[in-house]
């Protein structure tokens, strides 16, 4: 199987040697790949294996117990942050299509995950703002429509935790983001937020050229999020 390649400037051949150089996809997860191709160009919101297995392995090392994730799709992503997850661990995900998420949960609970995923199927603003705002939340992680970018990171910066994360993906656009003629709504979108987050003293942050583009802020200490 190919892998899925997303990631800007490599060739298909370094990709896959990248990939294979990591902690690969196994069995469930490739079986998940290929279950979410068969979707035709849909499929492409996939986040790519090197950017599942850095999800999983930035869980354990912050020693994650409750995390978010706002965009769901067939559920690649939280499985492999449910994984990172101790056992008791909780991941709420955010989503609206009962059609690809119900994808999702079946490849949940052949990797034994299922019991620490929450699925909340409504408007992401809705579930996030009926969260408690008591910071108890260790990451996130936002992969959803774009234009809204900015409130599910407000909504989130309010409920993790200083020296939590939050992760952003897409920040790059497939290199539109500097191309000052791209002005579609999406680009114009990611553009906006990556220049705010830029400028936002309540977390550290990097920009890295994973697959599309991922943005890990650290929340600081005493940010007032």
Known sequence: MENPQKSLGLSPALHDYMV??????????????????TLGPAAIMQIAPEQGAFLEILTRLLG??????????????ALCIA???????????CDVSEEWTS?????????????????????????LRA????RDFDLAFIDADKPNY??????????IRPGGVVLVDNVLW?????????????????RDFNDRIARDERV????????????LLRVRDGSGA
């Open 20 to 37: 294979a150089h990591g902690t690969p996809p196994d069995p469930v997860q490739r079986e998940l790949i290929e279950a979410t191709r």
């Open 64 to 77: 994650a117990s409750r995390a978010i994730e706002v965009g769901t799709f067939t559920g690649y992503s």
């Open 83 to 93: 994984r990172g997850l101790p056992e008791t661990g909780q991941l709420l995900c």
């Open 103 to 127: 994808m999702g949960r079946r490849f949940w609970e052949k990797a034994g995950v299922a019991h620490k995923i929450r699925l909340e199927l409504a408007p992401a603003a809705d579930t």
């Open 131 to 134: 969260l408690p705002t008591t």
């Open 150 to 159: 900015p409130l599910y990171y407000e909504e989130c910066l309010k409920r």
């Open 174 to 190: 497939s290199g539109r983001v500097a191309d000052p003629d791209a002005q579609d709504e999406n680009t114009r979108c990611i």
């Open 204 to 215: 550290d942050r990097v920009m890295l050229s994973i697959a599309d583009g991922l943005t």
